[in-house]
């Protein structure tokens, strides 16, 4: 098992800049894939982005690169998303989820929202 717990959310003002954390405790991660969803309200949840545990390669989507950026802690264990120049259209739920390798998301976090105003 692994346990995902999220933080850093909060109002910001179109323009802005936060900082989501992921401290992951339980099973190793070491092999696994962390990643960024989020969700809007009335809206699917979709990916932000991830980042590979081991390798530290990264992925994102692309309403948000160049404006976002995944890293990582190893000594942590933590995985963070640093979200700047935000719109209003970034408003939404956060999640952080994790997979082993070939195996989909199933390790989730309780979420963290961001509110951009505009």
């Known amino acids: 098992q692994v346990q995902l717990v999220e933080s850093g959310g909060g109002l910001v003002q179109a323009g802005g800049s936060l900082r989501l954390s992921c401290a992951a405790s339980?099973?190793?991660?070491?092999?696994?894939?962390l990643a960024w969803f989020r969700q809007a309200p009335g809206k699917e949840r979709e990916f932000v982005a991830h980042i590979t545990w081991s390798t530290g390669s990264t992925n994102y989507a692309g309403s948000v690169k160049g404006r976002f950026t995944i890293s990582k802690d190893n000594a942590k264990n933590t995985v963070y998303l640093q979200m700047d120049s935000l719109k209003p259209e970034d408003t939404a739920m956060y999640y952080c989820t994790a997979r082993a390798p070939l195996r989909p998301y199933n390790y989730w976090g309780q979420g963290t929202q961001v509110t951009v105003s505009s």
């Open positions: 339980g099973r190793t991660t070491s092999g696994y894939t």
